[in-house]
């Protein structure tokens, strides 16, 4: 088991890892770093103990909110999934409208008197 040397917060730690998870301890440890910084430039310097848990409370803090996030987007994720399968499998309905018989007389009625009356005018002004 190989030891890495890590930094929190400006301390140096020892820490044991099985054989290839060196970089995940190294992403991990940088991830805790971070909120040790935020920590140390807001209180100033902080014992071992209290920075390391309240920096590791920090991460399960943004750790549950995306987690929130995540349960929220795959429930957005199922239903459209939901919805897509529902419109897959139901027929596909085009309604095309059709004009009732009632308006198209009407406008040819209203077209023939039109024209009706501009002959009309026509031979008025002839």
């Known amino acids: 088991m190989p030891e890495v040397r890590i ?4 301390r140096s730690f020892e820490v044991a890892c099985q054989d ?3 970089h995940f301890l190294h992403s991990a440890a940088a991830l805790l770093g971070a909120e040790a910084e935020v920590l ?5 310097r902080l014992p071992e103990a209290r920075m390391l848990l309240m920096s590791g409370l ?3 803090d943004k750790t549950a ?4 996030q995540l349960r929220e987007a795959l429930e957005r994720a199922e ?4 919805a897509l399968a529902e419109a897959l499998a139901s027929p596909l309905r085009v309604e095309v409208p059709v004009i009732p018989e ?3 007389d009407t406008f040819a009625e209203i077209a023939a008197q039109s024209e009706a009356l501009a002959d ?3 031979e008025m002004t002839a």
């Open 7 to 10: 930094e929190i917060g400006g």
């Open 20 to 22: 290839g998870e060196e």
């Open 40 to 44: 140390q430039a807001q209180m100033g």
């Open 58 to 60: 920090m991460l399960a």
């Open 65 to 68: 909110g995306y987690d929130d």
């Open 79 to 82: 239903a459209a999934e939901a």
């Open 102 to 104: 009632i308006v198209t």
């Open 120 to 122: 009309r005018i026509d």
